[in-house]
Antibody, heavy 118, light 108 residues
Framework: QVQLVQSGAEVKKPGASVKVSCKASGYTFTSYGISWVRQAPGQGLEWMGWISAYNGNTNYAQKLQGRVTMTTDTSTSTAYMELRSLRSDDTAVYYC???????????WGQGTLVTVSS | EIVMTQSPATLSVSPGERATLSCRASQSVSSNLAWYQQKPGQAPRLLIYGASTRATGIPARFSGSGSGTEFTLTISSLQSEDFAVYYCQQYNNWPRLTFGGGTKVEIK
């Protein structure tokens, strides 16, 4: 069965970087893209960006351009999301999700809580 | 940016009753609209895409309709496991994807 397993919770100081991993199994990794979505405490969902696991092409949300990098390692079927220059309003649960068709996420990871606090 | 507006913010429904959730786009998104369900402490779950196509394993009591700027998610007979928050999401304006603010379906 399709599974996306994310790395564990992180606590970071403002200005630091965080890198979240998302290990996929149960399907051909390079046949689907991966989206990243975040959710601040008690808030709604925010799309962060997408990466093609086939060729590494990316698209990022405009507000995160310059601070976010998404990558994949096809040898381990793992996707990564790195966010730099962290601020307190980056505190959120970060989800990876397999992209069924452009923009539609059909399987989701369990989420990774990133807390940014001094 | 396409703004997605969901209404109502909270919907109180008794088990077995019908629930109707609305989602409005600030401009046409054609049929490029998905619905997700999220329970507390869990990841979202895809219910509907293409405005009306149920995702794999989604029960037939969930149905989606609409196109352009007005969309509806209907749950024909609410089960206890359906009480959750529901989000709509447009993907017509790729890569500028946007979600609605959510509708919480609670037990009446």
């Amino acid at each position: 069965q399709v599974q996306l397993v994310q790395s564990g919770a992180e606590v970071k100081k403002p200005g630091a970087s965080v890198k979240v991993s998302c290990k996929a199994s149960g399907y051909t990794f390079t046949s689907y893209g991966i989206s990243w979505v975040r959710q601040a405490p008690g808030q709604g969902l925010e799309w962060m960006g997408w990466i093609s696991a086939y060729n590494g092409n990316t698209n990022y949300a405009q507000k995160l351009q310059g601070r976010v990098t998404m990558t994949t390692d096809t040898s381990t079927s793992t996707a990564y999301m790195e966010l730099r220059s962290l601020r307190s309003d980056d505190t959120a649960v970060y989800y990876c999700a397999r992209v069924l068709v452009v923009g539609v996420a059909d399987y989701w990871g369990q989420g990774t809580l990133v807390t940014v606090s001094s | 940016e396409i703004v997605m507006t969901q209404s109502p913010a909270t919907l109180s429904v008794s088990p077995g009753e019908r629930a109707t959730l609305s989602c409005r786009a600030s401009q046409s998104v054609s049929s490029n609209l998905a619905w997700y369900q999220q329970k507390p402490g869990q990841a979202p779950r895809l219910l509907i895409y293409g405005a009306s196509t149920r995702a794999t394993g989604i029960p037939a009591r969930f149905s989606g309709s609409g196109s352009g700027t007005e969309f509806t998610l209907t749950i024909s007979s609410l089960q206890s496991e359906d009480f959750a928050v529901y989000y709509c999401q447009q993907y017509n304006n790729w890569p500028r994807l946007t979600f609605g603010g959510g509708t919480k379906v609670e037990i009446k």
